[in-house]
């Protein structure tokens, strides 16, 4: 049964609801654009549930602000991020995705069809809904770090590394994201620090070994961030270096830009009240498949994996998410 009739909402020949306010009925909507986003609408698509995909706030998620992708399948000489997105937008707009720029500021997933508000105004009544909202960049909290934001203190190598040819920078991080940030801007930057908490770093070993072995990488192990400092730009950073315990160090060293690099927080602030999410506020889904504790609602890629994170495995829960809607959505003809 349509659900949109189960409303009592009238209807135009398209299956829109016609009301005073106007809502738009939609019966598959995808919120987020990263490779989960884009492949949940290419297999909607495909299926022919007419899907609509919201944007959101950066338009192709987290991949539009790395480097190059090397591990990417189909991508044998490695692709950058904007490019391998506008691919899987284009491909996704071939069989008939509607993509949409906007941001969903409210949702009321209390009924259905669940309600989604885009850019606090225009209301979409979906019976199904994907969420593929990934996750942002985290900061170490220091008020000095705030102060800085847009005048040297950057979470995105990619995007505000060019400012600092030629300069000394500092990133701080031990994982992955750390590693690529430090070599990204070793390209660019005359030394790189890599401030890292522990004695040890969790990159991988391959993003290791790349910047043990780049000469302009100096890594810091066991300092922590105790301020970022400078007038109207960033002119260093305040380092304390654990000597082991209770002896600790204070260093400070002179760059011009401060790149945070610690791992990232799950976008799921809209779906608190409607949705069961783990401690650290993932989405939690059923073991092996996009289902959220909400029929007809799923979610994909980075906000709701805090474990695997990479942009194939987004992909592919994507592609679960839009089965997943195709069944539960049926055999109706729209
Ligand atoms: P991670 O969670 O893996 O690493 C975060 C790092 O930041 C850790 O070293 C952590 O330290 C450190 N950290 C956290 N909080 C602080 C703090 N307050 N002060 C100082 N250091 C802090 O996040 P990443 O973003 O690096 O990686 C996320 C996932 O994405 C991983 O699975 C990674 O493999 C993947 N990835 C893959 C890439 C690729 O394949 N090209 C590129 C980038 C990421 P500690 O170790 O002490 O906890």
């Not at 009544?125 to 170490?140: C, D, F, P, Q, R």
């Not at 990133?171 to 040890?200: M, Q």
């Not at 650290?280 to 007809?296: F, R």
């Amino acid at each position: 049964m349509n659900l949109f009739k189960k409303m009592n909402l009238p209807e135009d020949k398209n299956n829109n609801v016609i009301s005073n306010e106007k809502p738009e009925s939609v019966h598959c909507l995808v919120i987020g654009s990263g490779p989960a986003g884009y492949t949940a609408a290419i297999y909607a698509a495909r299926a022919n549930l007419k899907p609509v995909l919201i944007q959101g706030m950066q338009p192709g998620g987290q991949l539009t602000t790395t480097t190059e992708i090397d591990n990417f399948p189909g991508y044998p000489k490695g692709v950058t991020g904007t490019a391998m997105m506008e691919d899987f937008k284009n491909q996704a707009e071939r069989f008939g995705a509607e993509i949409r720029w906007g941001f969903v500021s409210k949702v009321d997933f209390s009924q259905k069809p669940y309600k989604v508000v885009v850019d606090d105004d225009k209301t979409i009544l979906a019976e199904s809904v994907i969420i593929a909202t990934g996750a942002t960049a985290k900061y170490l909290g220091l008020e000095s770090e705030k102060k800085f934001v847009g005048s040297g203190v950057s979470a995105c190598a990619t995007c505000d590394g060019f400012f600092y040819k030629g300069l000394d920078v500092a990133v701080v991080g031990g994982g992955d994201t750390a590693a690529e940030e430090a070599t990204y801007l070793s390209g660019i930057c005359r030394k790189v620090y890599l401030i890292v908490r522990k004695p040890y770093m969790r990159a991988s070993k391959t993003m290791l070994e790349r910047v043990t072995n780049t000469p302009n990488i100096k890594i810091l192990y066991e300092h922590n961030t105790k301020e970022v400092f400078g007038n109207q730009q960033v002119e260093g950073v305040t380092l304390i270096k654990r000597l082991g315990e209770p002896d600790e160090e204070e260093v400070k060293i002179a760059v011009s830009g401060f790149f945070v690099a610690i791992g990232h927080k799950p976008n799921t602030e809209l779906f608190v009240d409607f949705l069961e999410l783990d401690e650290v506020g993932y989405i939690n889904t059923q073991a092996g498949t996009p289902k959220t504790n909400l029929e007809g609602v799923f979610a994909c890629g980075d906000v709701q994996d805090s474990s695997y994170r990479q942009a194939i495995t987004a992909a592919g829960s994507g592609c679960k998410a839009a089965l997943e809607a195709e069944r539960y959505l049926g055999t109706r003809k729209f």
